[in-house]
Protein backbone atom coordinates (compact mmCIF):
# COMPACT_ATOMS: atom_id res chain seq x y z
CA UNK A 1 0.00 0.00 0.00
CA UNK A 2 0.84 3.39 -0.09
CA UNK A 3 3.34 5.04 2.46
CA UNK A 4 2.80 8.40 3.63
CA UNK A 5 6.17 9.54 5.08
CA UNK A 6 6.69 12.99 7.18
CA UNK A 7 9.98 14.75 8.04
CA UNK A 8 11.33 15.83 10.95
CA UNK A 9 9.24 13.83 13.03
CA UNK A 10 10.29 16.19 15.95
CA UNK A 11 11.07 19.74 15.91
CA UNK A 12 11.66 22.30 18.37
CA UNK A 13 11.73 25.91 18.01
CA UNK A 14 12.17 29.52 19.93
CA UNK A 15 9.11 31.71 19.20
CA UNK A 16 9.33 33.47 16.43
CA UNK A 17 10.85 31.24 14.44
CA UNK A 18 10.01 29.76 11.26
CA UNK A 19 9.90 25.99 10.32
CA UNK A 20 9.14 24.03 6.73
CA UNK A 21 7.21 20.34 7.54
CA UNK A 22 7.34 17.76 4.45
CA UNK A 23 4.86 14.74 3.50
CA UNK A 24 6.21 12.65 0.91
CA UNK A 25 4.13 9.84 -0.50
CA UNK A 26 4.88 7.25 -2.47
CA UNK A 27 2.10 6.96 -5.06
CA UNK A 28 -0.51 9.18 -6.71
CA UNK A 29 -2.75 10.97 -4.47
CA UNK A 30 -6.28 12.01 -5.21
CA UNK A 31 -6.16 14.76 -2.36
CA UNK A 32 -4.07 15.93 0.80
CA UNK A 33 -5.27 17.11 3.70
CA UNK A 34 -2.84 19.00 6.97
CA UNK A 35 -4.15 18.76 10.31
CA UNK A 36 -3.02 19.78 13.68
CA UNK A 37 -3.26 17.90 16.79
CA UNK A 38 -2.80 20.51 19.41
CA UNK A 39 -1.84 19.36 23.03
CA UNK A 40 -5.83 18.27 24.25
CA UNK A 41 -5.69 15.61 21.28
CA UNK A 42 -8.07 17.83 19.18
CA UNK A 43 -7.71 17.49 15.34
CA UNK A 44 -8.17 20.52 13.17
CA UNK A 45 -8.30 21.28 10.10
CA UNK A 46 -5.72 23.47 7.85
CA UNK A 47 -5.82 22.98 4.75
CA UNK A 48 -7.34 20.73 1.97
CA UNK A 49 -4.86 20.97 -0.79
CA UNK A 50 -4.68 18.54 -3.86
CA UNK A 51 -2.52 20.69 -5.43
CA UNK A 52 -0.95 24.51 -5.54
CA UNK A 53 -0.48 26.63 -2.93
CA UNK A 54 -3.14 27.78 0.14
CA UNK A 55 -2.37 30.39 2.78
CA UNK A 56 -4.29 31.16 5.91
CA UNK A 57 -2.65 33.50 7.83
CA UNK A 58 0.82 32.26 9.42
CA UNK A 59 0.77 28.98 7.70
CA UNK A 60 0.68 28.31 3.79
CA UNK A 61 0.93 24.83 2.05
CA UNK A 62 2.19 23.65 -1.00
CA UNK A 63 1.21 20.22 -2.72
CA UNK A 64 3.29 18.94 -5.95
CA UNK A 65 1.37 15.91 -6.61
CA UNK A 66 3.37 15.13 -9.65
CA UNK A 67 6.59 14.93 -7.47
CA UNK A 68 4.67 13.25 -4.64
CA UNK A 69 4.76 15.73 -2.08
CA UNK A 70 3.58 18.48 0.43
CA UNK A 71 5.30 21.39 2.39
CA UNK A 72 3.48 23.01 5.57
CA UNK A 73 5.26 26.74 5.84
CA UNK A 74 4.83 27.37 9.64
CA UNK A 75 6.24 31.77 9.84
CA UNK A 76 6.53 33.82 13.15
CA UNK A 77 5.60 30.02 15.13
CA UNK A 78 4.12 30.71 18.32
CA UNK A 79 3.80 28.34 21.33
CA UNK A 80 -0.02 27.85 20.86
CA UNK A 81 1.31 26.57 17.18
CA UNK A 82 2.76 23.46 19.15
CA UNK A 83 1.38 20.19 18.75
CA UNK A 84 1.73 17.26 16.27
CA UNK A 85 1.01 18.25 12.25
CA UNK A 86 -0.16 15.25 10.18
CA UNK A 87 -0.44 15.16 6.71
CA UNK A 88 -3.25 12.30 5.47
CA UNK A 89 -3.84 11.21 1.45
CA UNK A 90 -6.84 10.47 -0.50
CA UNK A 91 -6.95 7.53 -3.03
CA UNK A 92 -8.12 7.56 -6.39
CA UNK A 93 -11.72 5.55 -6.31
CA UNK A 94 -11.86 5.50 -2.11
CA UNK A 95 -13.19 7.34 0.51
CA UNK A 96 -10.83 6.61 3.01
CA UNK A 97 -7.54 8.94 4.07
CA UNK A 98 -4.14 7.56 5.00
CA UNK A 99 -2.16 9.19 7.58
CA UNK A 100 1.12 10.05 8.12
CA UNK A 101 2.99 9.59 11.31
CA UNK A 102 3.51 13.20 11.71
CA UNK A 103 5.71 15.43 12.94
CA UNK A 104 5.97 17.08 16.96
CA UNK A 105 6.40 20.62 16.81
CA UNK A 106 7.60 22.11 20.37
CA UNK A 107 7.60 26.08 20.50
CA UNK A 108 9.08 27.46 23.31
CA UNK A 109 8.73 31.25 24.36
CA UNK B 1 -23.61 23.84 14.27
CA UNK B 2 -21.96 21.74 16.67
CA UNK B 3 -20.16 20.01 13.77
CA UNK B 4 -18.89 16.28 15.08
CA UNK B 5 -19.21 15.47 18.47
CA UNK B 6 -18.32 12.13 20.41
CA UNK B 7 -19.90 10.69 23.51
CA UNK B 8 -18.20 9.94 26.25
CA UNK B 9 -15.07 11.61 26.08
CA UNK B 10 -13.26 8.81 28.64
CA UNK B 11 -14.39 6.19 29.32
CA UNK B 12 -12.51 3.26 31.91
CA UNK B 13 -13.16 -0.28 31.04
CA UNK B 14 -12.08 -3.68 32.19
CA UNK B 15 -11.38 -6.54 30.21
CA UNK B 16 -14.26 -8.70 28.83
CA UNK B 17 -16.82 -5.65 29.28
CA UNK B 18 -18.81 -3.81 26.05
CA UNK B 19 -19.20 -0.31 25.65
CA UNK B 20 -20.64 1.71 22.44
CA UNK B 21 -19.21 5.02 21.67
CA UNK B 22 -21.70 7.55 20.15
CA UNK B 23 -20.26 9.80 17.43
CA UNK B 24 -23.19 12.72 15.97
CA UNK B 25 -22.95 15.09 13.33
CA UNK B 26 -24.94 18.03 12.20
CA UNK B 27 -23.62 19.06 8.92
CA UNK B 28 -25.48 16.44 6.63
CA UNK B 29 -22.93 14.88 5.84
CA UNK B 30 -23.52 11.36 4.16
CA UNK B 31 -20.22 9.30 4.93
CA UNK B 32 -18.61 8.82 8.40
CA UNK B 33 -15.85 6.81 9.68
CA UNK B 34 -14.41 5.87 13.16
CA UNK B 35 -10.61 5.76 13.56
CA UNK B 36 -8.07 4.74 16.53
CA UNK B 37 -5.27 6.41 17.60
CA UNK B 38 -2.18 4.96 19.52
CA UNK B 39 0.20 6.55 21.28
CA UNK B 40 3.03 8.15 19.18
CA UNK B 41 1.06 7.27 15.83
CA UNK B 42 -1.48 8.65 12.99
CA UNK B 43 -4.84 7.37 13.02
CA UNK B 44 -5.86 3.89 11.43
CA UNK B 45 -9.64 3.62 9.99
CA UNK B 46 -11.50 0.93 12.03
CA UNK B 47 -14.92 1.44 9.92
CA UNK B 48 -16.39 3.50 8.02
CA UNK B 49 -20.17 4.38 6.17
CA UNK B 50 -21.06 5.53 3.15
CA UNK B 51 -24.62 6.22 3.83
CA UNK B 52 -27.59 5.41 6.35
CA UNK B 53 -27.36 1.57 6.66
CA UNK B 54 -24.46 0.86 5.32
CA UNK B 55 -21.10 0.05 6.92
CA UNK B 56 -17.67 -0.87 5.31
CA UNK B 57 -14.58 -2.46 6.77
CA UNK B 58 -11.37 -0.36 7.28
CA UNK B 59 -7.77 -1.34 8.36
CA UNK B 60 -8.28 -2.61 11.97
CA UNK B 61 -11.97 -4.03 12.10
CA UNK B 62 -11.70 -6.55 14.15
CA UNK B 63 -12.99 -6.56 17.85
CA UNK B 64 -15.28 -3.92 16.80
CA UNK B 65 -18.89 -3.25 15.04
CA UNK B 66 -20.60 -0.25 13.86
CA UNK B 67 -24.11 0.65 12.83
CA UNK B 68 -25.67 3.60 11.22
CA UNK B 69 -29.14 3.44 11.64
CA UNK B 70 -29.72 7.25 11.15
CA UNK B 71 -27.84 9.48 9.00
CA UNK B 72 -26.32 11.89 12.03
CA UNK B 73 -25.44 9.35 14.00
CA UNK B 74 -22.53 6.39 13.83
CA UNK B 75 -22.07 4.18 16.40
CA UNK B 76 -18.74 2.03 17.41
CA UNK B 77 -19.42 -1.33 19.61
CA UNK B 78 -16.86 -3.01 21.19
CA UNK B 79 -18.31 -6.46 22.28
CA UNK B 80 -15.56 -7.95 24.98
CA UNK B 81 -13.10 -5.39 25.74
CA UNK B 82 -9.00 -6.22 25.48
CA UNK B 83 -6.45 -4.40 26.98
CA UNK B 84 -5.02 -3.90 23.24
CA UNK B 85 -8.33 -1.80 22.43
CA UNK B 86 -7.05 0.64 24.79
CA UNK B 87 -6.75 3.45 22.65
CA UNK B 88 -8.24 7.40 21.43
CA UNK B 89 -11.24 6.78 19.43
CA UNK B 90 -11.75 9.74 17.19
CA UNK B 91 -15.38 9.85 14.32
CA UNK B 92 -15.15 11.68 11.71
CA UNK B 93 -17.51 12.86 8.67
CA UNK B 94 -17.40 13.84 5.13
CA UNK B 95 -19.46 15.12 2.37
CA UNK B 96 -20.21 12.50 -0.58
CA UNK B 97 -19.23 14.82 -3.02
CA UNK B 98 -15.43 15.17 -1.48
CA UNK B 99 -15.09 12.31 1.12
CA UNK B 100 -11.54 12.98 1.58
CA UNK B 101 -12.22 16.78 3.17
CA UNK B 102 -13.26 14.81 6.40
CA UNK B 103 -14.50 16.64 9.18
CA UNK B 104 -12.95 15.09 12.88
CA UNK B 105 -14.82 14.67 16.58
CA UNK B 106 -12.89 15.56 19.23
CA UNK B 107 -12.09 12.52 20.78
CA UNK B 108 -13.15 9.75 23.12
CA UNK B 109 -9.75 7.86 24.98
CA UNK B 110 -10.46 4.43 26.07
CA UNK B 111 -8.24 2.97 28.50
CA UNK B 112 -9.05 -0.99 29.05
CA UNK B 113 -7.89 -2.46 32.07
Known amino acids: GIQVEQSPPDLILQEGANSTLRCNFS?????LQWFHQNPWGQLINLFY???GTKQNGRLSATTVATERYSLLYISSSQTTDSGVYFC???????????FGTGTRLQVFP | NAGVTQTPKFRVLKTGQSMTLLCAQD?????MYWYRQDPGMGLRLIHY???????AKGEVPDGYNVSRLKKQNFLLGLESAAPSQTSVYFC????????????FGPGTRLTVL
Open chain 2, 92 to 103: ASSYVGDPNEQF
Open chain 2, 27 to 31: MNHEY
Open chain 2, 49 to 55: SVGEGTT
Open chain 1, 49 to 51: IPS
Open chain 1, 88 to 98: AVGLYNTDKLI
Open chain 1, 27 to 31: DSVNN
